[in-house]
């Protein structure tokens, strides 16, 4: 279950009202130049392994962190906790957190390995979407106390965000009223995303996050 959240966290940060309308500027670098619609396909694999790379590693270094914390469970639970819920305020734009605001890559995708290092940069300025997703995601990477654990959270959380990302790059063109009706209701979305995250945040900091898990095996 604690994986099923992770890929939610993943595919919310993709559906993100604001991540949506930057989606046409990201397929037309891939497409750039591409004379072949398996081209711009192949790029945009290639910039969600770049990502997905990044951020496996640091499930990696989180799970790590988490387990050489492990006798300071219960403290370790609250902190991390209390940071979701932190950015489950920042979404609903109740308190301001600047440093969750991307930047400008300044990537431009040629090939395959130049998609490969836009997902990087990508992932390392991340987006105003993604910053409070990934953060949430890492929180419950360093919680669970294992650096594989940590390691495939953070890997299930890259499909979440990723696999709609290719499925997009394909289906730019069908999916223009969906970016409509998003961009239309960004405010309800994000309040909607931010109780999720508030949501998961209490029940990281009050230890329940395991006993729900637990309900579900």
């Known amino acids: 279950m604690q994986y099923f959240l992770t890929f939610l966290e993943g595919f919310i940060s993709f559906i993100s009202p604001c991540m949506l309308p930057m989606l046409p500027i990201y397929i037309s670098y891939f497409a750039a130049g591409a004379d072949k619609k398996y081209k711009t396909f192949v790029r945009a694999i290639s910039f969600v392994l770049g990502f997905t790379t990044v951020f496996t590693l640091l499930g990696l270094f989180a799970g790590t962190l988490g387990s050489l914390l ?16 932190i950015f489950g305020l920042s979404y609903m734009e109740v308190i301001h957190l600047p440093f969750l605001k991307g930047i400008n890559s300044g990537v431009k995708v040629k090939g395959v390995f130049s998609a490969f290092l836009f997902g990087v940069v990508y ?7 993604v910053g409070a997703f990934l953060g949430a995601a890492l ?6 106390g294992k650096s594989l654990e940590g390691m495939l ?11 709609p990302f290719i499925l997009s790059a394909l289906l730019i063109d069908q999916l223009q009223k969906a970016f409509a009706v998003v961009k239309k209701h960004h405010r309800v979305i994000n309040i909607v995303c931010g109780i999720f995250l508030i949501v998961v945040g209490l029940m990281m900091a009050f230890g329940l996050m395991h006993k729900f898990i637990a309900l579900f095996e």
């Open 70 to 85: 492990v006798r300071y469970e219960t403290v370790l639970n609250i902190i991390c906790g209390v940071i979701v819920i």
């Open 123 to 129: 992932s390392i300025s991340h987006t105003p979407c």
């Open 139 to 144: 929180s419950q990477a360093t919680s669970a």
């Open 153 to 163: 959270l953070l890997l299930v959380y890259s499909l979440g965000l990723g696999i």
